[in-house]
């Protein structure tokens, strides 16, 4: 059996050797063993794993989705293969409907037709639940439900130009409110409960049903999960404080 030295798989892969070491680290990919100096050796087996990691992330997920993935029991290759052939599909379908976007737009730009609002963010509506989806979906479906995910998704399709420009300026806003209340140090305080009302009204925009209930569960989630710390601006601390002031609200 031919077997890799981290050098080697990752000139044959195309990513760093960092980035190996930090697979090894994580647990996602380890080497089959090391030699008498203690140099990674990779042999097949691990090539055929980092070939699905390396599909997975092309499929735009994160590493902790991809872990759970291929160390599930159940991991089949030949399906996993299957459903990145129908992520890719579903990707390419999105890319088709932004290019036509695109393509509307620039006859607008020149004045030979015209395009409605609604129709200027179509694609754009579809990426962005394609990408909640593949970041958050099953974490959502098993808190709070298909129908409530199903739901929400068709919420975001049928806003406005008008309903995502709000949508945005109220994030925005909550985001500046939730650093001032943090600093403040009171989640009580009026600012923390002005940042937990804009945080509520955002929401509405893609609950069908809000509850306090909810929300609270919603701000767990946010504690629990390192990936909503790029929500954050990549400080956790706001997503803590933000869940000790929808508890007291």
């Known amino acids: 059996m031919n077997y890799y030295t981290i050098q080697e798989l990752a000139k044959l892969s195309?990513?760093?050797?960092?980035?190996?070491?930090?697979?090894?680290?994580?647990?996602l990919?380890?080497?089959?063993?090391?030699?008498?100096?203690?140099?990674?050796?990779?042999g097949s087996a691990e090539v055929d794993?980092?070939?699905?990691?390396?599909l997975y992330k092309a499929c735009g997920f994160e590493l902790?989705?991809?872990?759970?993935l291929i160390n599930s029991p159940n991991?089949?290759?030949?399906?996993?293969?299957?459903?990145?052939?129908?992520?890719?599909?579903?990707?390419q379908?999105?890319?088709?409907?932004?290019?036509?976007t695109i393509n509307k737009t620039i006859k607008v730009v020149r004045g030979?037709?015209?395009?409605?609002?609604?129709?200027?963010?179509i694609g754009l509506k579809k990426k962005m639940i394609e990408e909640n989806d593949a970041k958050y979906g099953e974490e959502v479906k098993q808190r709070w439900g298909e129908q409530a995910w199903q739901e929400s998704n068709k919420k975001l399709t049928n806003m406005s130009a008008q309903d995502l420009d709000q949508v945005q300026a109220i994030d925005?806003?909550?985001?500046?409110?939730?650093?001032?209340?943090?600093?403040?140090g009171d989640p009580t305080g009026n600012l923390a409960q002005q940042a937990v009302e804009l945080h509520r009204q955002w929401l509405k925009y893609y609950w069908t049903d809000y509850s306090k209930e909810a929300h609270l569960g919603l701000a767990e989630m946010y504690c629990q999960d390192e990936r909503f710390a790029h929500y954050f601006d990549g400080r956790m601390e706001l997503a803590e404080f933000l869940r000790e002031a929808v508890k007291l609200a």
Request: aromatic share 8%; net charge positive.
């Open 14 to 27: 195309g990513v760093s050797s960092r980035t190996l070491r930090h697979y090894d680290a994580i647990g």
């Open 29 to 42: 990919l380890k080497p089959v063993r090391k030699n008498e100096s203690g140099y990674r050796l990779y």
């Open 49 to 54: 794993r980092l070939q699905q990691i390396l």
């Open 64 to 68: 902790r989705k991809i872990s759970h």
């Open 75 to 91: 991991f089949d290759i030949e399906q996993a293969l299957k459903t990145q052939l129908q992520l890719i599909a579903d990707q």
């Open 93 to 100: 379908q999105n890319l088709d409907k932004i290019k036509q």
């Open 112 to 121: 030979t037709t015209k395009m409605t609002d609604d129709q200027k963010f």
């Open 172 to 184: 925005k806003e909550f985001k500046r409110a939730l650093v001032s209340a943090y600093e403040s």
